[in-house]
């Protein structure tokens, strides 16, 4: 029996043994970064479409631009296809190809989220959904979003001050600013003072041969330019707009309610004061009102 099994292993042997290997390696033809990721997008919009096409051959050529998209295509499928060249332009403008291998290297550290049991980065989007689906059914949550967004360039009063605001009405500012200056100032006879003292004095001798060094650089392209290139070439650039006299710079003038002010002061048409407080009424979305109630 062994005699034989070896016998038919040789012969098939034989028979494959000399028969030529093509080596010739197969190059898929790859587009930008931009076309890739649209493709990707479109084959798996594709896959969730049409599960029984399983490779995915009724689809590939549409998805790599080399074809028309079948005749059931979806129509979010169809609407990524028909800006499929615009995408991939926008995609490869924000991530040119000097960014290629740290994106790469990226992606590769986000694998280990997906993995079983804690699926952490699809769990954390599943939890998003959850809380938009939230909000969806919530009214009051979406009467207050719909009265943002039709402020577009608003701030609210109580946020004028940005983070200094709550930063002042920290009870204890007093006590937290005395400390951070004791432990950056080196009096003698305190051990609890100057803690930080000589870290703090080798950062200003720093900033100070960094400043004395300064000099505008002579092109700066915002492309491949760090931040703190573009920092140094807009502190250090010169140019007529900064100081331009006598152009007219507009300021907006707000009422109580943090409302733009009519450029008369008052209260004139198409603006109505209806409840006669003084103020132009607004509707139940926050938006300004005439007098049938119409934004």
Same mark, same amino acid.
């Given at each position: 029996m062994r005699r034989r099994a070896l016998f038919l292993g040789w012969l098939v042997w034989s028979a494959f043994g000399c028969t030529p290997f093509d080596t010739t390696r197969s190059v898929v033809p790859r587009g930008t970064l931009g076309e890739e990721v649209v493709r990707v997008f479109c084959e798996?919009?594709?896959?969730d479409h049409d599960p029984s096409d399983v490779r995915g051959l009724a689809w590939k050529p549409a998805c790599r631009g080399s074809g028309p998209a079948p005749a059931d295509a979806p129509p979010r499928l169809l609407a990524l296809l028909r800006n499929r060249a615009r995408l991939a332009a926008a995609i490869d403008q924000f991530m040119p190809a000097p960014l290629h291998d740290d994106l790469g290297a990226f992606l590769g550290?986000?694998? *280990?989220?997906?993995?079983? *049991?804690?699926?952490?980065?699809?769990?954390?989007?599943?939890?998003?959904?959850?809380?938009?689906?939230?909000?969806?059914?919530?009214?009051?949550?979406?009467?207050?979003?719909a009265r943002l967004g039709t402020r577009e360039g608003y701030r609210p009063l109580r946020l004028a001050l940005g983070v200094a605001r709550p930063a002042l009405a920290y009870p204890d500012l007093d006590a937290f600013a005395g400390l951070a200056l004791r432990?950056?100032?080196?009096?003698?006879?305190?051990?609890?003072?100057?803690?930080?003292?000589?870290?703090?004095?080798?950062?200003?001798?720093?900033?100070?041969?960094?400043?004395?060094?300064?000099? *505008?650089?002579?092109?700066?392209?915002p492309a491949d330019a760090s931040t703190l290139a573009l920092s140094r070439d807009l502190l250090l650039r010169q140019d007529p707009a900064f100081g331009a006299e006598g152009v007219t710079r507009y300021a907006l003038a707000?009422?109580?309610?943090?409302?733009?002010?009519?450029?008369?002061?008052?209260?004139?048409? *198409?603006?109505?004061?209806?409840?006669?407080?003084?103020?132009?009424?607004?509707?139940?979305?926050?938006?300004f009102a005439d007098a049938t109630g119409a934004a």
């Open positions: 798996r919009m594709a896959s550290r986000l694998l *280990p989220l997906y993995d079983a *049991p804690g699926e952490r980065l699809p769990r954390d989007t599943r939890l998003v959904a959850d809380l938009l689906h939230t909000l969806a059914a919530d009214d009051d949550a979406l009467g207050a979003l432990t950056l100032t080196d009096r003698p006879g305190d051990p609890e003072d100057g803690l930080a003292a000589a870290e703090f004095s080798a950062v200003q001798a720093a900033l100070a041969l960094e400043l004395a060094t300064l000099e *505008p650089p002579e092109a700066v392209d707000r009422d109580a309610r943090g409302m733009a002010l009519p450029a008369s002061g008052t209260v004139v048409t *198409p603006f109505v004061d209806i409840d006669g407080d003084g103020l132009a009424d607004l509707d139940g979305a926050g938006r």
